[in-house]
C-alpha cells in the first residue's frame, strides 16, 4: 500500500462503494463547493435573523393584542400613522437621541483618554487594565442595583460624599427628579460602557507600529500632533465598529432603564426599546411594539449607512 | 341447571358474581389509586415571583414539607422578578415553553385568561376535601366565565405600619379617615429632623394607589366594560393625593420610590407611617423594635374603603403533568405549609380554617389584619387594568408630582389612556 492509496480513498474516486465520498470529491473541485459550504451558516442566519426580522415587519402591520385574540388581523400601516400622534412615543423618540448621543460621546471620551494612558505601559498598567474591564464584565442587573443604591437618596454613598464635600446641602433624589433622571442614567451608562471602547482602543493602539511614531517624532511632531495624524487614523476603523455597535446596544438594551427608572419619572426617561418592551409586555399589544421596533431598526440602519460612508468619505 | 349453577366450593352464582363484582371494584380503586400515586410523580417547575429574603426561607420550607408528602414529585421553583413576570409568562405561552404552574393574581388574571395561559381547573376544586374551608370571596379573584383558574395560597390584607413612638411623641392617633391621614401627615412631618409623615410610593408598584384612591373617593373605573371614571371624583382623588407631595408631607424621593425606598425609608425613621400589607411584617419586625411601630388599618376614604384584601393563587399552565401540578397547588391550602409561611413572612392565610388558628387569633399585632380582612374588597379585574394602571395611569401621576402636568390633564389623560386599554 503506497501513501498515494490512503489518500485516493477517500475521496472515493478509486471505490465505487462510497458513492457519497465520489460526489463530494467532484463537488469540491466545482464552483459550488464554496456555496456548499456556506449552507450551514446561510441556514442558521435565516432561521435566527431573517425569519424573526421578517415576523417582527410583518407584526407591525396587524392588530396583535395576545388579550383580544378575536380582534387580531393585518390592519395595514394603521400603528404608524398611530405612532406620529403619540405623545409617548415621540418623547421617547427624543429621549433615545439624548441618550445615544449623550452616552456614546461621554463612553467613547472616557475610553479614549483611559486607553491613551493604558497604552503607555506605565507602572501598574497590567492591573489596571483589568481593574478597568470590571463594569463591563458585572451583569447589568447587578451593576443597576448598585448604582441605585449608591444614588439613593436616603442611603447614597455619592449622596453622603458630595453633601460631606459641600456641592449639596442635602441628599438628592437623582432618578425622582426629570432634570437629573437622564443625567443621573447617563452617568451610570458610562461607568458601565466606556471599557468597552477602552478595550477596544487600547487593542488597536497596541497595533500601531512605533516605527510611525519615532519617524514623526524625528520630524519633529509633538505628542499631539502624533495622536492626530497618526493615531486617530489608524483607530479610524475601530472606532467607526465600535461607535456602531456602542448605538446599536444602547437604542436596543433598556435593562438598565428598567431597572434605574422604567422611563419615569414621568416620561423623563422613556426611550423607544422600553417602549416597545412595555407596550409588548405590559399591555400585549405587540403589534404595536412591532411598529416602534421597526422604526428603531430603520433609524438604526440609515444611521449606521449614513455613518460609515460619511467616514469614508472623510478618509477618501 | 340450578345444580350446575353451583360451583365447587359451594358458593351460588349470585354470590360468586356478587365477590367477582366487589372484588373487580376493588381492584379498580386499588388501581386506581395506584395511577393517582403514580400520576402525582414526575417532574413540574414552578414560576414565582418572591423576592425577599422572608419569601425565600417559607418557600423553602414549604418545597420541604411537599417533598416529604410528595418523594416522586421533583419540584423545580424558578423565580421571576415581578416586574419581568409578565413577559416571561406571555413568552412562555407564546413560544408554549410553559410552566407547570405559575403564581397568579388577580389583577393580571383577565390578562393571562385572555392569552390563554392558563388551565381551568373547576372540577377539581369543586371536588377539593379543603373547598370547604376557602369562602366563596377567595375564588372571585381567580374566576373568569365561571371557570376557576387556581388555588388561593396566601392572601395579601392591605394595612399600614406607623412609628408608634412618633405618635406618642406628637400626641395623636392612627388616622381612620383621609382627612385625619393628613392631619397627622403635617403632625409629623419636621423637615428639620428629615422626617416626613407618609412613606408615599410613586415609582415602581405606585400604580395600585392611583385605581384605589380614585375608587376611596367614589369613582369606579369600569363599568361593563366601558370606562366610568366620574372625573370630578378622579381629580378630588389625584388632588389629595399628589398633594401630600407638594405640600411636603412626604420624601422628595416620591416619584422615584418603590417598595425597597418607601421599606427603608420607614425602617430607617425618615417616614412616620407606609402602607403595605402583611407580607413585609416580618422584615419591618427584623429591623424595629416593639416599641417602635404598630400595625393598623389603612384609612378609609370618603366614599369607600382604601383596603384592598387580595389572594395570592397557583394556576396551572398546562395540562402535562396535571395531578402532580395540582398536589403542589392545592398544598398551599392546608394548615401546616400556611401556618410555616405565615411565620416565616406575615402573609395571611387563605384558608378560614388556619385564620382561625390560635396562633394568628390570639396574636396582637395581626388584629388589625383580621379587621382588614374582612373589610378589603379585591382589585380591579378586566383585561387591559395591569397595562393601563402601570403604562398610562402611574406615569400621569408621576407628571403631576414633577409638575409636568396638572390635575386634571393628568385625570383626562388616565381617561383616555382606559378607553384605548380597554
Redesign the interface.
Known amino acids: 500500500m503506497t501513501s498515494s492509496d490512503v489518500l485516493e480513498a477517500p475521496t472515493g474516486r478509486a471505490d465505487p462503494a462510497f458513492p457519497l465520498f465520489s460526489l463530494l470529491g467532484r463537488l469540491s473541485e466545482s464552483r459550488g463547493w464554496a456555496y456548499f459550504l456556506i449552507i450551514p451558516s446561510l441556514i442558521l442566519i435565516m432561521v435566527v435573523v431573517i425569519y424573526p426580522v421578517i415576523s417582527g415587519i410583518l407584526m407591525s402591520f396587524q392588530e396583535l393584542r395576545l388579550t383580544r385574540p378575536g380582534s387580531n388581523g393585518y390592519i395595514g400601516f394603521e400603528h404608524y400613522i398611530d405612532l406620529v400622534s403619540d405623545r409617548i412615543f415621540l418623547r421617547a423618540l427624543q429621549n433615545t437621541v439624548v441618550w445615544v448621543i449623550g452616552g456614546v460621546t461621554s463612553q467613547f471620551l472616557l475610553g479614549l483618554i483611559t486607553a491613551l494612558a493604558l497604552n503607555r505601559g506605565i507602572f501598574g498598567s497590567r492591573l489596571a487594565r483589568i481593574v478597568v474591564l470590571l463594569p463591563w464584565i458585572l451583569p447589568t442587573v447587578a451593576a443597576g442595583h448598585m448604582w441605585a443604591l449608591m444614588l439613593d437618596p436616603r442611603l447614597g454613598v455619592i449622596n453622603d460624599i458630595l453633601v460631606r464635600l459641600g456641592f449639596l446641602d442635602s441628599y438628592r433624589a437623582w432618578f425622582a427628579d426629570p432634570s437629573t433622571a437622564m443625567p443621573a442614567v447617563l452617568v451610570v451608562a458610562l461607568w458601565q460602557g466606556f471599557p468597552f471602547f477602552t478595550l477596544m482602543l487600547l487593542a488597536g493602539m497596541q497595533g500601531i507600529p512605533d516605527d510611525l511614531y519615532e519617524a514623526a517624532s524625528v520630524d519633529g511632531a509633538n505628542p499631539l500632533q502624533e495622536f492626530i495624524h497618526i493615531t486617530l487614523p489608524l483607530l479610524r476603523p475601530i472606532i467607526v465598529s465600535t461607535v456602531v455597535l456602542r448605538v446599536i446596544g444602547l437604542v436596543n438594551a433598556p435593562d438598565l432603564l428598567i431597572i434605574l427608572t422604567n422611563g419615569g419619572p414621568g416620561d423623563a426617561t422613556q426611550m423607544l426599546s422600553l417602549y416597545a418592551f412595555n407596550k409588548a409586555y405590559a399591555s400585549f399589544d405587540f403589534g404595536y411594539a412591532g411598529a416602534i421596533s421597526v422604526v428603531m431598526f430603520i433609524i438604526l440602519m440609515v444611521f449606521t449607512i449614513v455613518y460609515v460612508r460619511a467616514l469614508r468619505a472623510t478618509q477618501e | 341447571m340450578r345444580k350446575n349453577s353451583r360451583i365447587s366450593s359451594g358458593l351460588s352464582r349470585r354470590q360468586f358474581l356478587k365477590g367477582l363484582g366487589v372484588s373487580g371494584a376493588g381492584l379498580m380503586l386499588a388501581q386506581a389509586g395506584l395511577m393517582r400515586l403514580a400520576a402525582q410523580a414526575g417532574s413540574i417547575n414552578y414560576w414565582h415571583h418572591f423576592t425577599s429574603e422572608s419569601e425565600f426561607l417559607g418557600l423553602e420550607a414549604i418545597m420541604a414539607q411537599f417533598k416529604e408528602r410528595y418523594p416522586d414529585i421533583d419540584l423545580i421553583q424558578e423565580n421571576i422578578p415581578n416586574?419581568?413576570f409578565?413577559?416571561r409568562f406571555?413568552a412562555g405561552?407564546?413560544a408554549d415553553t410553559r410552566a407547570n404552574v405559575s403564581m397568579v393574581t388577580t389583577e393580571r388574571l383577565?390578562?393571562m385568561v385572555?392569552?390563554?395561559g392558563l388551565v381551568p381547573i373547576t372540577d377539581r376544586v369543586n371536588s377539593w376535601e379543603l373547598r370547604e374551608y376557602f369562602p366563596d370571596n377567595r375564588w372571585t379573584g381567580i374566576t373568569v366565565d365561571g371557570e376557576i383558574y387556581g388555588v388561593p395560597a396566601f392572601s395579601f390584607v392591605d394595612w399600614m405600619y406607623y412609628r408608634k413612638d412618633w405618635f406618642e411623641e406628637a400626641g395623636i392617633t392612627p388616622p381612620t379617615t383621609l382627612d385625619e391621614f393628613r392631619a397627622a401627615c403635617v403632625a409629623l412631618t419636621d423637615p428639620a429632623q428629615g422626617r416626613y409623615g407618609f412613606g408615599m410610593r410613586?415609582?415602581?408598584g405606585g400604580q395600585a394607589f392611583i385605581a384605589d384612591m380614585i375608587e376611596a373617593f367614589g369613582s369606579p373605573l369600569v363599568v361593563d366594560g366601558e370606562v366610568a371614571i366620574d372625573r370630578a371624583l378622579a381629580i378630588e382623588a389625584m388632588d389629595f393625593w399628589s398633594g401630600l407631595y407638594k405640600d411636603g408631607l412626604v420624601?422628595?424621593?416620591?416619584?422615584?420610590?418603590s417598595y425597597r425606598?418607601i421599606m427603608?425609608?420607614f425602617k430607617?425613621g425618615?417616614t412616620g407611617m407606609v402602607w403595605h400589607h402583611t407580607g413585609s411584617l416580618a422584615e419591618i419586625q427584623a429591623a424595629m423594635t416593639p416599641d417602635q411601630f404598630g400595625t393598623a388599618t389603612k384609612p378609609t376614604g370618603p366614599a369607600d374603603t382604601l383596603t384592598r384584601t387580595s389572594f395570592l393563587y397557583n394556576g396551572l399552565m398546562k395540562d402535562e403533568n396535571a395531578d402532580a401540578a395540582w398536589a403542589w397547588v392545592s398544598f398551599w391550602g392546608e394548615n401546616d405549609p400556611a401556618i410555616t409561611f405565615l411565620e416565616a413572612t406575615g402573609y395571611f392565610p387563605a384558608s378560614t380554617a388556619v385564620a382561625d388558628d390560635a396562633r394568628i387569633a390570639e396574636n396582637p399585632i395581626y388584629a388589625p389584619a383580621i379587621v382588614s380582612a374582612a373589610q378589603g374588597k379585591l382589585p380591579p379585574q378586566f383585561?387591559?387594568f395591569?397595562?393601563?394602571s402601570?403604562?398610562i395611569a402611574?406615569?400621569?401621576f408621576?407628571?403631576i408630582?414633577?409638575g409636568?402636568?396638572t390635575v386634571e390633564q393628568a385625570v383626562d389623560e388616565m381617561i383616555s389612556g382606559l378607553a384605548d386599554?380597554l
Not at chain 2, 251 to 257: L, V
Open positions: 416586574a419581568d409578565m413577559a406571555t405561552v407564546l383577565a390578562d385572555a392569552m390563554e410613586a415609582g415602581g420624601p422628595p424621593s416620591a416619584p422615584g420610590d425606598q427603608e425609608g430607617t425618615q383585561i387591559g395591569a397595562g393601563w402601570q403604562e402611574l406615569p400621569a408621576q407628571r408630582l414633577t409636568e402636568s386599554a
